[in-house]
């Protein structure tokens, strides 16, 4: 077969395209500083990629319902200090009701300020976070203790479908890594009814009441038992902010570890690019220069 000189001129055409694309290339890669910009750049890379931008994405997640929950337990932690010192103050006007020499009307006065710590403990367990009840459970919109308080029956505010009152139960549970759920706060019924932290105030504000010596020690026991219950609540609290911490800071580990392999699937390394592109330039440059000298015409004229 002949050669003519316009096969030439137009195989000499394809090869320098080729050489002005890998030039085009090297330098948007420089440009943007991304190797990888499309799947097509580089489909195993492009694929990887992808699987560690999802798992990236995930972390962030993990990471953002971790601080939501550490922020639930504080304000948990701050209400357990809280209902401490009061139970600690129930348990004094207990130890002074109690005495012997007292007189009804001193009881009395006694009475008043318990019933104000029983206010004060609704109010605990009353507390919002952001828009919702932090001790609600799974009825987290609506408040879960009657305030002011009742004197008799039920302490819970919620009601179901006969009306009837029912304890605040479940939790709000956060996904703090892959199928790790965890509840981050106790509920209501958790916290005050079961501990007898409202019922134990209230046996002593009607003993007090009654002005009877004997059921005012029997509630002084149960203050006593009510405060106990509480700093075992304190201990759960303290481990499942320890969990959070725990699972923070493997994350941080792990999302700084998958955008560094990101990196390095996606990102073009400037000193490698730099002097790719210089020796596809000189490339370039000499295949011009080698094709003029052997057609004896200008490029121009097939470009």
């Known amino acids: 077969m002949r050669i003519t000189n316009g096969m030439i001129a137009r195989s000499t055409q394809l090869n320098l395209r080729a050489g002005l694309s890998g030039v085009d290339r090297v330098r948007n890669e420089i440009a943007t500083g991304l190797r990888v910009r499309t799947m097509s750049d580089d489909p195993i890379a492009g694929g990887e990629v992808l699987r560690t931008s999802s798992s990236l994405r995930a972390i962030g997640q993990f990471r953002r319902n971790i601080e939501q929950g550490l922020g639930r337990a504080n304000v948990e932690n701050d209400v357990l200090a809280k209902l401490t010192d009061t139970l600690t103050r129930g348990a004094e006007l207990a130890v002074q009701g109690g005495n012997g020499t007292m007189t009804a009307t001193s009881r009395q006065a006694i009475k008043s300020e318990v019933d104000q710590l029983i206010a004060f403990s609704v109010q605990l367990g009353n507390t919002r976070f952001g828009n919702s009840y932090l001790f609600g459970g799974d009825r987290a919109g ?162």
């Not at 009306?163 to 549970?173: E, F, M, R």
């Open 142 to 303: 609506e408040a879960p203790f009657t305030s002011p308080p009742p004197a008799t029956g039920s302490f819970s505010a919620l009601r179901d479908a006969l009306n009837q009152p029912v304890n605040p139960s479940g939790g709000v549970s956060l996904e703090i890594g892959d199928d790790n759920f965890l509840t981050p706060t106790h509920n209501g019924a958790e916290l005050f009814l079961d501990t007898d932290a409202l019922g134990s105030l209230r046996a002593l504000s009607d003993a007090l009441g009654a002005n009877n010596s004997a059921d005012i020690q029997t509630a002084m026991s149960r203050v006593s038992a009510a405060n106990s219950a509480v700093q075992l609540r304190i201990g759960t609290n303290g481990a499942r902010v320890n969990e959070m911490e725990t699972a923070q800071l493997a994350m941080r580990d792990q999302e700084l570890s998958m955008k560094a392999y990101l990196s390095e699937l996606r990102d073009t390394p400037i000193d490698e690019a730099i002097a790719e592109l210089t020796g596809k330039q000189t490339l370039y440059q000499a295949a011009m220069g080698a094709t003029a000298r052997v057609l004896g015409l200008s490029l121009a004229n097939y470009l």
